[in-house]
């Protein structure tokens, strides 16, 4: 049966359409360049998600994955979804509900195996809960809803010492190997990466301008292309670079143990948070807490890992050996990028239009302990602000409000003095 050559047309065109619809970019066009700076989960994150929109990225970075440091803080995370938040606004949510969503689906596909996303039960236990949790119940847990199989627990499934608990199903991750995977990605999709230490200290416009000349070879083929945006992601760096005096670390200690503990679990003391939560496929479990908001200090407080291994036997036994103890593999000082307002996700105007034409800069950190999923959602968010899609009545980045945390979770570091990082 031969088919008439109009319908073929018309078929065509209606490809073309839906392609152009959703690669809103340019589908038939050279694709409009983005200089991605920074390599942790959220840089990474972004520049898939900016391929995969249509557009070419070039990606920039001083660590990449597989790199130990201090600001580095993506290779050595624990890795989970869970809420540090009492209330969230509506774009918060958003990237709550679209890390949660992402991760259901990575769970399960074949094609996402590497990535190391895990679906397990988490247990969270207050000692001292806040007095509105106690009255409140579900009620007063934004993200009681949302989440799989979410319930208070009973008081006879509480621990000793508890005072409240909740349990409900979310996701681990083993972060080696998800940053393994988003940089496995980024290259299958045409994006390159480069290793490369940008100058953060003479202001944006000179480290966007370093950035440009750096992969100046890439671009000899298509010179007359220009940079359509950058994409500032440089977790602690980020700071220096836009000069942003609202962003601190949030310093934990980890330590790596052996075995893989079944579930997620975090219990908040009167000295803060502890967790362990588990490297599914690779045989580790990762135990953290005590987060310091302002604390730049790089060197293990041994103190500390004693308190988290105490109370970490409590809630996973399951890692201990026959003597009761667990073996321990390795241990790290983590600084988080956390912004005090709330993490920003915005554009930002060039000024020197000689330099840098009609390019612009979208920022995208101070996600804090909270990277890894919310990196989803705030990547999400950068392509629809470079699309021209985002209103900007949901970004929370202008805000000067203090990003709110439960009571008890954070505490202040013993010191504030910025390190040399
Ligand atoms: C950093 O932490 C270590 C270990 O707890 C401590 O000995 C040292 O005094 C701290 N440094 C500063 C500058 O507080």
Redesign the pocket.
């Known amino acids: 049966m031969s088919v008439p050559k109009r319908w073929i047309g018309l078929a065509l065109s209606i490809v073309a359409s839906i392609a152009m619809y959703y690669h809103p970019v340019s589908w038939f066009s050279v694709p409009k360049r983005v200089i991605v700076l920074g390599g942790g989960v959220v840089g990474l994150q972004t520049a898939v998600d900016l391929l995969e929109a249509g557009y070419a990225v070039n990606l920039i970075s001083k660590d990449l994955p597989g790199d130990i440091d201090l600001n580095y803080p993506s290779q050595q995370a624990a890795a989970t979804w869970a809420s540090d938040e009492p209330v969230v606004d509506v774009e918060t949510k958003r990237w709550y509900e679209e890390g949660y969503k992402q991760w259901e689906v990575m769970s399960q596909g074949d094609e996402f195996h590497s990535a190391g996303v895990a679906k397990r039960p988490c247990f969270r236990y207050w000692e001292n809960p806040p007095e509105n949790l106690v009255k409140g119940g579900s009620s007063a847990l934004w993200h009681s809803e949302g989440v799989s199989s979410f319930r208070i627990l009973k008081s006879e499934e509480l621990p000793s010492g508890v005072g409240f608990g909740t349990t409900f199903t979310t996701f681990c991750v083993n972060a080696p190997a998800y940053l393994d995977y988003l940089q496995s990605r980024i290259l299958a999709l045409g994006g390159t990466i480069k290793r490369a230490t940008l100058p953060v200290d003479k202001g944006l416009e000179e480290g966007l301008k370093a950035a440009r000349l750096l992969i100046a070879d890439e671009l000899a083929g298509s010179k007359d292309q220009p940079v359509y945006a950058y994409v500032n992601a440089m977790g602690m760096n980020a700071m220096r670079l836009a000069d942003d005096k609202t962003l601190f670390p949030i310093r934990s200690q980890s330590i790596h143990i052996k075995g893989e503990a079944h579930k997620i679990a975090d219990r908040i003391d009167a000295n803060g948070i502890y967790y362990a939560i588990p490297r599914v496929g690779e045989g580790v479990t990762v135990l953290g807490g005590f987060m310091e908001v302002g ?10 890992n004693r308190k988290i291994l105490k109370g970490c036997k409590q809630l996973i036994p399951e890692c201990l050996d026959d003597n009761g103890e667990f073996t321990i593999l390795k241990e790290y000082v983590g600084l988080r990028p956390h912004r005090k307002v709330g993490p920003r996700v915005e554009i930002e105007q060039l000024k020197d239009k000689a330099e840098f034409g009609e390019s612009i800069v979208v920022h995208n950190y101070g996600h804090g302990p909270g990277g890894f999923f919310k990196s989803v959602g705030a990547s999400r968010k950068v392509v629809r602000l470079l699309n021209g899609f985002a209103s900007d009545t949901e970004t929370p980045s202008s805000s000067s409000k203090e990003q709110e945390v439960f009571e008890g979770f954070y505490r202040q570091g ?2 504030s ?1 910025e ?1 040399d990082v």
Not at 295 to 303: F, L, S, V, Y
């Open positions: 604390n730049w200090n790089a060197t293990i407080n041994p103190e500390l013993d010191h003095k390190e």
